[in-house]
């Protein structure tokens, strides 16, 4: 399976700031996806990163928020802005090659908000 | 109701146990089920990959599929500690690559 990269791993921010999470695949992939993973809930997907267009957003989440860029079949970057404490968790990238192919993971940003 | 259920509560097993981890889910269209394993600060790795009922092996594990109970199954023969993490399970249906989880489930293996 592709090797996933995110950087930063982790990061403490402080409230209004934002924080922009990259994502770099060693192969290209048609699929690639951005996740939230709560403690003590279940991950939600927050948007499909669309290469050369607009991302899709999931219900409740918004582009002004987390805007997303995928310049290319190979990397993608989530960007967290203005954020609040309410924002702290682990932001995850995922991949799929399409078709029946099952979603592989990063290691995931895990993100505090002072 | 949420799409996919798991009970969250953590699984303390001595070594050489098996663990039986379950999930229940909603969608009659989801066609894919999936386990992932995701130890302490790291990002969830796929385990095992199902489609439609039925059972499928690797190794020490075991997933089962009941589409007709709406039921998911994971079990580990002969745990080790280094079974110890968060099993998370998940499923989509077919074309529809969003995975719906549920919230994962803390095993320890004691030694």
């Known amino acids: 399976s592709a090797v996933i990269s995110q950087k930063p791993s982790r990061d403490i921010c402080q409230r209004g700031t934002s924080l922009t999470i990259q994502c770099q695949v060693d192969s290209q992939v048609t699929m690639m996806f951005w996740y939230r993973q709560q403690p003590g809930q279940s991950l939600t997907l927050i948007a499909t990163?669309?290469?050369?267009?607009?991302?899709?957003?999931e219900s409740g989440f918004v582009i002004d928020k987390f805007p997303i860029s995928r310049p290319n079949l190979t990397f993608s970057t989530l960007t967290v802005s203005n954020m609040s404490p309410e924002d702290s968790s682990i932001y995850l990238c995922?991949?799929?090659?399409?078709?029946?192919?099952?979603?592989?993971f990063g290691n995931g940003t895990r993100l505090t908000v002072t | 109701q949420k799409e996919v259920e798991q009970d969250p509560g953590p699984l303390s097993v001595p070594e050489g146990a098996i663990v039986s981890l379950n999930c229940t889910y909603s969608n009659s269209a989801f066609q894919y089920f999936m386990w992932y394993r995701q130890y302490s600060r790291k990002g969830p790795e796929l385990l095992m990959y199902?489609?439609?009922?039925g059972n499928k092996e690797d190794g020490r594990f075991t997933a089962q599929v009941d589409k007709s109970s709406k039921y998911i199954s994971l079990f580990i023969r002969d745990s080790q500690p280094s079974d110890s993490a968060t099993y998370l399970c998940?499923?989509?249906?077919?074309?529809?690559?969003?995975?719906?989880f549920g919230k994962g489930n803390q095993v320890v293996v004691i030694p």
């Open positions: 995922s991949v799929g090659t399409g078709g029946d192919s099952p979603l592989h």
């Open positions: 998940a499923a989509r249906s077919y074309g529809n690559n969003r995975l719906a």
């Open positions: 990163a669309n290469q050369g267009s607009e991302a899709t957003y």
């Open positions: 199902t489609y439609s009922s």
